[in-house]
């Protein structure tokens, strides 16, 4: 049984890009070059239904980047697309990320009115100085504007994105942001730690003020204990929803699910009969539209190894708070649950993970402390 089939669309410009961020993106303000990118965009999605092979889609993300950028015209012609080129369920999740500022936000009327059904909107902060230091070109007002607005047009299905570990915030400050984000009554929040990422401008000159690890481990404490007050159940690390709102695109990457990619940078992963295989499009956008305009290209596909396999596996089925089964390992990897016990056994020593005795695996709270020693147990020898 083939694994459930998402498809990324990235659209990889900014307005401007901010110092934290290691994505594929490229500051443009307003001079993208966005039809010619879009008519890239709609090539390489009618190539990749090929890949699909008939197979149905769960969920669209159209992430970036800024992809609200685009306007709903060209967004509208990219979904159009889709939904000609694959089978798609009827209740599929369509996912757009947004940013709040007034020349980011785009028109959320007519996003809805395309065929999107899913905001996810990046605050970041409620903190006037935080959002400067993350180099954010939108305002405090700027976020509440953008939800109403969403909400407005249609969208009852709304995230936001939180980030905590920011450089001078103290625990008072990180649970403030989570509170007024909830006030704002979205069904779903991420929130998650700044992190200095290589190839960053943070990771080349860290800002002063910076928690922590201990101060960084009371935020998290605090934070979701307020999130659980709050009515957000935690469903993986950075991942909190109410009434069961769940991303069921972000589900499928966490429980090892297909996905296929179209735009600059983006990674597909396909499972058939022959194996696990991952590929990648070109990174720069100039060459990935060449690349499409001269005639289309076949990526590189990297067929993984049963050790790669169950080290991607893991490092993603570990991140989610209510573990995952032996049967989903086998059906996903094609890998043995004997060789899965194996593995895990010097974990299980060291009281990272343990077993619910009925095939579940439950990643400990010393296990959830030291996500990154235990992930790094599946490594490939």
Known sequence: MQPPLSLYVHLPWCVQKCPYCDFNSYSAGNTAPRDRYLNALLADVEAEAGRAAGR???????GGGTPSLFSPGQISSLLD????????AADIEITMEANPGTVECGDPVGYRAAGV??????????????LKVLGRIHGVDDIARAVTKARAAGFDDINIDIMYGLPGQSVAAAVSDIEQGARLEPNHLSWYQLTLEPNTVFHARPPAGLPDDDLSYEIQNRGQERLEALGFDQYEVSAYARDGRRSVHNLNYWQFGDYLAAGAGAHGKVSDESGVRRYVKPANPKQYMESLENSYFEPDINVL?????????????LRLTEGFHESLFEQRTGLTVGLLRDRMEPAVRKGLIASSGDGIWLVTPLGRRFLNDLQAEFLPK
Request: net charge negative.
């Open 305 to 317: 190894t049963a050790a790669e396999r169950l080290f991607e596996f893991m490092l993603n089925a």
């Open 56 to 62: 149905e889609l769960i969920s669209v993300f159209l």
């Open 117 to 130: 059904n899913r905001l996810s909107v990046g605050a970041q902060s409620f903190s006037p100085e935080s």
């Open 81 to 88: 697309k889709i939904d000609h080129c694959f089978a798609t």
